[in-house]
């Protein structure tokens, strides 16, 4: 499945408003994919992607994807970042390889839309599995 399939059928899952699949590298943004309502301003999704690995930074300062609008954070781990704004919200998803983000509108259920795209992480994580130490 190619990045813009992963991405169109994100879109489908009702609620969701945008998302994005994007690379890990924290020095220039990388989008695999996006939808065409995900943010264009390039410089605060590149924060959002150099924050994700800071729990204590996401706790402290939200996530803004565009201007004048800031998500409050209310879970940060190492897999899952969820942030709210009002009844809306953000999650990032991280894969191994990436982050999948997306927006959610409205009075939508979190937790249904959380479920119904972790199916999508399962299967990246198993594509991308973890590179193992020595």
Do not use: C
């Amino acid at each position: 499945m190619s990045w813009n399939q992963y991405v169109d059928n994100i879109m489908k899952i009702p609620g969701v408003t945008s998302v994005a699949i994007l690379g890990k590298d924290t020095k220039v943004l990388s989008v695999w994919a996006r939808s065409k309502d995900f943010s264009n301003d390039n410089a605060r999704v590149l924060k959002l992607v150099q924050d994700l690995p800071k729990f204590d930074v996401l706790q402290a300062s939200g996530i803004s994807l565009v201007e004048g609008f800031k998500y409050m954070t209310t879970v940060a781990n190492e897999s899952f970042v969820h942030a709210r704004k009002e009844n809306q919200g953000v999650f990032a998803f991280d894969f191994n390889s990436g982050y999948v983000v997306l927006t959610y509108a409205p009075g939508v259920d979190a937790g249904n839309v959380s479920n119904a795209v972790d199916v999508y992480i399962k299967h990246l994580r198993t594509q991308f599995p973890k590179a193992k130490t020595a």
